[in-house]
């Protein structure tokens, strides 16, 4: 297997994995931010008690983020540097070419209306007994910032292909053949 071959596979079965993690990741902070927001309920000092489950679903949300940006980044430069070739296998350009096709059904690479629907239940602890004006001042405009957060990073994601793209092809075009 060539050095062009071997970094291929490896390059591919990152994707692979960077995308499998990222599917088991929502489970896993689901469920600890419900732990953490049960024992918080039960245990802590409400309404504060919710910046720590939030600041679980922020942990989660960032992770699946880094390792769905860091796959796509890989898929544009195997697109770029591999599927030049009339041989070559072609799945980046034709997985970016049936995306859009998709209206109103693609999918949610980044959970984000999961997010931001659990982000909204974790204010309702929040409430239970009613919270003071300076509570409410830091945990309102902290699960704020976390949905803007949300929305801004998925608004990233659905340009991030073609940005890189033509990043990736500007790159080549500079790079001197060997």
Excluded: C
Aim: aromatic share 8%; no cysteine; net charge positive.
């Amino acid at each position: 297997m060539s050095l062009t071959e071997s970094e291929f596979t490896s390059l591919r079965s990152t994707i692979a994995l960077r995308g499998t993690v990222r599917m088991a990741l929502l489970p896993v902070t689901l469920i600890g931010w419900a732990l953490v927001a049960l024992l918080l309920f039960l245990f802590g000092e409400a309404p504060a008690a919710v910046i720590f489950p939030l600041a679980v679903l922020v942990g989660g949300f960032e992770a699946i983020h880094a390792l769905h940006v860091g796959a796509e980044r890989i898929g544009r430069y195997l697109q770029v540097y591999y599927e030049d070739a009339p041989e070559a296998p072609r799945w980046e350009t034709t997985a970016m070419a049936v995306g859009p096709a998709l209206p109103g059904g693609g999918i949610d690479p980044l959970f984000s209306v999961v997010f931001i629907a659990v982000t909204l239940a974790n204010l309702v602890p929040a409430f239970a007994p009613v919270p003071t004006r300076p509570e409410l001042a830091v945990i309102l405009p902290l699960h704020f910032a976390f949905i803007v957060r949300i929305v801004r990073a998925r608004g990233a994601a659905a340009r991030q292909r073609a940005v890189e793209l033509e990043s990736y092809r500007a790159v080549k075009a500079r790079t001197p053949t060997r």
